[in-house]
């Protein structure tokens, strides 16, 4: 059975850096291209930051350049947000996915909630002010 755990949220002042971490398990996720989004109260879950399956390509939504920076570790089957700079409005619960890259190539990148597979519980991060 494929899980997705998140873990490392939590309470943290404005300016202030947390790093996300997502472990992937029930299969080997080196072929699957990763994402986070996140969810704030009372708003849609959004894109946050995208990673290929290789690692080499990323994208980031354009709220969070700059301040955070999505990595991947294959051979963990883990996946990070590192987030630098934050702000009261990056409070969410962030949440990290996977999708197989294929029939798409290993540089592809996903950015929509319909294109991932599996989710994971989520983390929430609060950011005081």
């Known amino acids: 059975q494929v899980q997705l755990v998140e873990s490392g949220g939590g309470l943290v002042q404005a300016g202030g850096s947390l790093r996300l971490s997502c472990v992937a398990s029930?299969?080997?996720?080196?072929?699957?291209?990763r994402g986070w989004f996140r969810q704030a109260p009372g708003k849609e879950r959004e894109f946050v930051a995208a990673?290929?399956?290789?690692?080499?390509?990323?994208h980031y939504a354009d709220f969070v350049k700059g301040r955070f920076a999505i990595s991947r570790d294959n051979a963990e089957n883990t996946v990070y947000l590192q987030m630098n700079s934050l702000k009261p409005e990056d409070t969410a619960v962030y949440y990290c996915?996977?999708?197989?890259?294929?029939?798409?190539?290993?540089?592809?990148?996903?950015?929509?909630?319909?294109?991932?597979?599996?989710w994971g519980q989520g983390t929430q991060v609060t950011v005081s002010s």
């Open positions: 996915a996977a999708r197989d890259h294929k029939p798409y190539g290993p540089s592809s990148l996903f950015f929509r909630e319909y294109e991932f597979d599996y």
């Open positions: 029930g299969r080997t996720f080196s072929s699957y291209a």
């Open positions: 990673i290929s399956s290789t690692g080499g390509t990323t």
